[in-house]
């Protein structure tokens, strides 16, 4: 059977579990309403189902190329680009004034995720075009505003991030590439980047690419890089494409997956460019595009996750073997079922995260109250890191649950894991994301960290007359929690980094043990019987994972590099 996106899994959860009508009930997203969203979502779910997923095997078998310095991209990519840009998807946060659809993000979300499930390689490019426009948004003069976001809106015209250089990966301040004034307001970029996601495709008129170098003034690290709009044709004050541009896609990566979006190494030899955000203010305007596209990877695993567990699914319910009662197929095998339930209650608890993670952004940009910037920077390392995490453990039992098939790739079962197992590098690793949670996140001695807990108890105590065995343990994994954040503040920021991972990992599984009780409350029995399998099989993970955090940073630091040799 063919992917089919979860439009009632999201109505469900926007509904019930992250509350989308407080988002509603702000005048900045009024017009958001329940049936507009249902719209909206039923009209994604068929562009994905219909227009996205029959190329996801295409960009695996037939790779994107480089010929004569032209990339080719896989078969019915273009059409299916053009499907998504024709229909306003690449817009649909962007403000109107551009062309945009102006929704909240919460909903762009959804919509990402439904598109990552259906094909990652080709979701890839318009969530960098999406990061762009907001950077350019809030960065940007009104004039390159004005000349690029209506384009990149429309799809005519496609973005990119330029960040890692080979020097220079999580490391951004050791770049070396130059801009040079040109005594015209622009500037001549030069330098190599790596890792350029979708940095040429063969349907866009031009590509848009953000370029982090340093001026000649440009202090050492990251306090002296700035960021520059350098497009491949450069355009004309009508809007219309001027000269080429001196820039060149030296060559494609050969990856492990994600086969039909094309990883550029990108030359710029003194390419015009022009400034985006003040000199010197590089990495903030970056930041932006990064922070962006955080929620984004995380959804894309996810989205991928949804995909492998759709196929895995199938695969159990047509396979016969062994001697099971009922249909005769695997799925009546004890094991094969605990792996699909396994897949689709993290599938929701990683979902449910990344939702609520939209949901705080949004009203932070809605009402301004310090609250929900503070949640939103919170949840944004966690939705990245179990949202990725997500999706390369449910791909990686997809193949379990079709056993010696799921090693021939005529199934498909194997390209879910090799295309979003670098979700969990990209946008900073999954370590600097815990890294993060623990250090910068956490300078306000956790007391964002704490309001959460304080409602997640609220919640659980309120359900122990109805759900009293679920909501007991997620009162009890929070305490747990609560228990070992305030361990952690209390430790000097260095030594918290050396436990940060388990740190993390245990608050996404007391979230998801959270979100799942709100979806047992307010769902059917199916629901309960799903919640009652996270809570009480997953969710004690949590036990191990706070009582690694507390044994701190001296026995880890204590070993060696000799006590690690081969």
Same mark, same amino acid.
């Given at each position: 059977?063919?992917?089919?996106?979860?439009?009632?899994?999201?109505?469900?959860?926007?509904?019930?579990?992250? +509350?989308? #009508?407080?988002?509603?009930?702000?005048?900045?997203?009024?017009?958001?309403?329940?049936?507009?969203?249902?719209?909206?979502?039923?009209?994604?779910?068929?562009?994905?189902?219909?227009?996205?997923?029959?190329?996801?095997?295409?960009?695996?078998?037939?790779?994107?190329?480089?010929?004569?310095?032209?990339?080719?991209?896989?078969?019915?990519?273009?059409?299916?680009?053009?499907?998504?840009?024709?229909?306003?998807?690449?817009?649909?946060?962007?403000?109107?004034?551009?062309?945009?659809?102006?929704?909240?993000?919460?909903?762009a979300t959804a919509v990402n995720d439904m598109m990552s499930g259906a094909c990652l390689s080709?979701?890839?490019?318009?969530?960098?075009?999406?990061?762009?426009?907001?950077?350019?948004?809030?960065?940007?003069?009104?004039?390159?505003?004005?000349?690029?976001?209506?384009?990149?809106?429309?799809?005519?015209?496609?973005?990119?991030? @330029?960040?890692?250089?080979?020097?220079?990966?999580?490391?951004?301040?050791?770049?070396?590439?130059?801009?040079?004034?040109?005594?015209?307001?622009?500037?001549?970029?030069?330098?190599?980047?790596?890792?350029?996601?979708?940095?040429?495709?063969?349907?866009?008129?031009?590509?848009?690419?953000?370029?982090?170098?340093?001026?000649?003034?440009?202090?050492?690290?990251?306090?002296?890089?700035?960021?520059?709009?350098?497009?491949?044709?450069?355009?004309?004050? #009508?809007?219309?494409?001027?000269?080429? @541009?001196?820039?060149?896609?030296?060559?494609?990566?050969?990856?492990?997956?994600?086969?039909?979006?094309?990883?550029?190494?990108?030359?710029?030899?003194?390419?015009?460019?022009?400034?985006?955000?003040?000199?010197?203010?590089?990495?903030?305007?970056?930041?932006?595009?990064?922070?962006?596209?955080?929620?984004?990877?995380?959804?894309?695993?996810?989205?991928?996750?949804?995909?492998?567990?759709?196929?895995?699914?199938?695969?159990?319910?047509?396979?016969?073997?062994?001697?099971?009662?009922?249909?005769?197929?695997?799925?009546?095998?004890?094991?094969?079922?605990?792996?699909?339930?396994?897949?689709?209650?993290?599938?929701?608890?990683?979902?449910?995260?990344?939702?609520?993670?939209?949901?705080?952004?949004?009203?932070?940009?809605?009402?301004?109250?310090?609250?929900?910037?503070?949640?939103?920077?919170?949840?944004?390392?966690?939705?990245?890191?179990?949202?990725?995490?997500?999706?390369?453990?449910?791909?990686?039992?997809?193949?379990?649950?079709?056993?010696?098939?799921?090693?021939?790739?005529?199934?498909?079962?194997?390209?879910?894991?090799?295309?979003?197992?670098?979700?969990?590098?990209?946008?900073?690793? @999954?370590?600097?994301?815990?890294?993060?949670?623990?250090?910068?996140?956490?300078?306000?001695?956790?007391?964002?960290?704490?309001?959460?807990?304080?409602?997640?108890?609220?919640?659980?105590? *309120?359900?122990?007359?109805?759900?009293?065995?679920?909501?007991?343990?997620?009162?009890?994994?929070?305490?747990?929690?609560?228990?070992?954040?305030?361990?952690?503040?209390?430790?000097?920021?260095? +030594?918290?980094?050396?436990?940060?991972?388990?740190?993390?990992?245990?608050?996404?599984?007391?979230? *998801?043990?959270?979100?799942?009780?709100?979806?047992?409350?307010?769902?059917?029995?199916?629901?309960?019987?799903?919640?009652?399998?996270?809570?009480?099989?997953?969710?004690?993970?949590?036990?191990?994972?706070?009582?690694?955090?507390?044994?701190?940073?001296?026995?880890?630091?204590?070993?060696?590099?000799?006590?690690?040799?081969?």
């Open positions: 059977m063919p992917y089919r996106s979860p439009v009632s899994e999201f109505q469900f959860i926007l509904k019930n579990v992250v +509350d989308f #009508d407080t988002i509603a009930a702000t005048p900045k997203f009024s017009e958001a309403s329940s049936d507009m969203v249902d719209a909206i979502l039923t009209e994604a779910g068929k562009l994905c189902d219909d227009a996205i997923a029959p190329i996801q095997r295409n960009g695996d078998l037939h790779p994107a190329k480089l010929e004569n310095g032209i990339v080719r991209t896989s078969p019915g990519f273009a059409d299916a680009f053009s499907a998504i840009a024709e229909g306003g998807w690449i817009g649909i946060c962007a403000d109107p004034e551009y062309g945009g659809m102006g929704l909240p993000l919460t909903v080709m979701q890839l490019n318009p969530l960098m075009s999406q990061g762009q426009i907001e950077a350019l948004e809030s960065h940007a003069s009104d004039e390159i505003k004005e000349m690029y976001i209506p384009k990149l809106i429309s799809g005519e015209w496609t973005g990119t991030m @330029n960040l890692t250089e080979p020097q220079a990966g999580s490391d951004v301040g050791a770049l070396s590439t130059k801009a040079e004034p040109n005594g015209d307001g622009s500037y001549a970029i030069t330098g190599q980047k790596i890792y350029i996601t979708w940095g040429d495709n063969d349907f866009a008129e031009n590509i848009c690419h953000l370029v982090l170098a340093r001026t000649p003034d440009g202090a050492p690290g990251t306090k002296g890089i700035s960021l520059f709009m350098v497009p491949k044709f450069i355009p004309n004050a #009508d809007g219309s494409l001027g000269e080429r @541009n001196s820039l060149r896609v030296v060559s494609l990566e050969h990856k492990l997956g994600l086969h039909g979006s094309p990883t550029a190494v990108m030359s710029y030899e003194g390419a015009q460019g022009w400034l985006v955000g003040p000199e010197f203010g590089g990495m903030a305007a970056m930041f932006t595009m990064m922070n962006n596209a955080r929620l984004g990877v995380g959804t894309q695993g996810i989205g991928t996750a949804e995909g492998a567990y759709q196929a895995a699914y199938n695969y159990a319910m047509d396979r016969k073997q062994g001697r099971v009662g009922g249909t005769g197929t695997i799925i009546e095998h004890a094991d094969v079922r605990r792996m699909l339930a396994h897949m689709k209650s993290d599938t929701f608890a990683a979902r449910a995260i990344a939702l609520a993670c939209g949901a705080a952004i949004d009203l932070q940009h809605a009402t301004k109250d310090p609250k929900w910037t503070a949640r939103a920077a919170l949840l944004t390392p966690i939705a990245k890191s179990f949202g990725t995490d997500t999706g390369i453990d449910v791909a990686n039992l997809g193949i379990q649950v079709h056993g010696g098939m799921g090693f021939i790739e005529e199934t498909g079962a194997a390209q879910y894991l090799r295309d979003v197992r670098v979700t969990a590098i990209y946008e900073g690793t @999954n370590g600097i994301q815990a890294m993060d949670l623990v250090g910068r996140k956490m300078m306000d001695g956790g007391d964002a960290a704490f309001q959460l807990m304080d409602e997640i108890e609220a919640f659980a105590e *309120g359900q122990k007359a109805n759900l009293p065995e679920l909501a007991e343990a997620v009162w009890q994994s929070t305490e747990d929690l609560r228990e070992t954040t305030e361990w952690l503040v209390a430790q000097d920021v260095s +030594d918290r980094f050396a436990v940060s991972v388990p740190y993390l990992r245990a608050f996404a599984r007391v979230l *998801g043990g959270y979100y799942h009780l709100i979806a047992a409350a307010k769902g059917d029995e199916s629901r309960q019987r799903l919640a009652a399998f996270y809570i009480k099989r997953l969710l004690p993970e949590h036990v191990s994972l706070c009582s690694h955090v507390r044994e701190g940073a001296v026995d880890l630091m204590a070993i060696t590099p000799d006590d690690l040799a081969v």
